[in-house]
Structures are given as structure tokens and as C-alpha cells.
């Protein structure tokens, strides 16, 4: 499936790129966003997005959920885990909803 993606983002661009720079070029993108969120917490796609880590809310007791014919029990959240927001730019929100 990712090749099949990296192949339509290189079609897209005219057939001046190929499926393996597309590849590369968002295997470094990653790279920098993991780079920045865990140093600054906050990664900047200027003119696309912000990445921003935000801590988990705790939730010290362990909770029983049950359904119909199941049942488990629901770990308490470790201390100090995050999670990463994504916020779009209002332009491309716009856009996608054209």
C-alpha cells in the first residue's frame, strides 16, 4: 500500500519524480517531525499543519467495561505518555471542503 501511495504522489507531480525520492524526501520529513516534537514538542508543516504534543489526561483506576459477551478491564494511563495533535491550516480545510 505505501509503495502504491508513493507512486500516485510521484504521478501527481508530472513524472518529473520518482516513486523512490517521494520515499525518501517524506522518510526525512518524518524524521524532522519526530526530531522537533521530542525536543520542543511542537513541529511547524508551514502552510499545512501543526504537529503538537499534548499529555494524556491521567486516569489513575483501572476501569471494568463490559458488553454483551465480553468483558476487559481498562489499564490505567502510564505517567508521562503524550499524544501528538494535528491542527490543518484554515486554507486547506477550505479547500478539501470545496
Not at 15 to 40: E, F, M, P, Y
Not at 76 to 93: A, D, F, Q, S, Y
Request: glycine share 10%.
Amino acid at each position: 500500500a505505501a509503495k502504491a501511495y508513493y507512486t500516485h504522489i510521484a504521478g501527481l507531480s508530472g513524472g518529473g519524480v520518482s516513486a523512490g525520492q517521494v520515499h525518501t524526501v517524506l522518510d526525512g520529513l518524518r524524521k524532522v517531525c519526530i526530531k522537533d516534537l521530542r525536543l520542543n514538542a511542537i513541529f511547524k508543516l508551514h502552510g499545512i499543519a501543526n504537529f503538537m504534543l499534548k499529555p494524556c489526561r491521567p486516569n489513575s483506576t483501572a476501569k471494568e467495561v463490559r458488553g454483551d459477551c465480553w468483558k476487559f478491564t481498562a489499564r490505567p494511563t502510564p505517567e508521562g505518555r503524550r499524544h501528538v495533535r494535528c491542527n490543518t491550516l484554515k486554507e486547506i480545510e477550505n479547500e478539501i471542503l470545496r
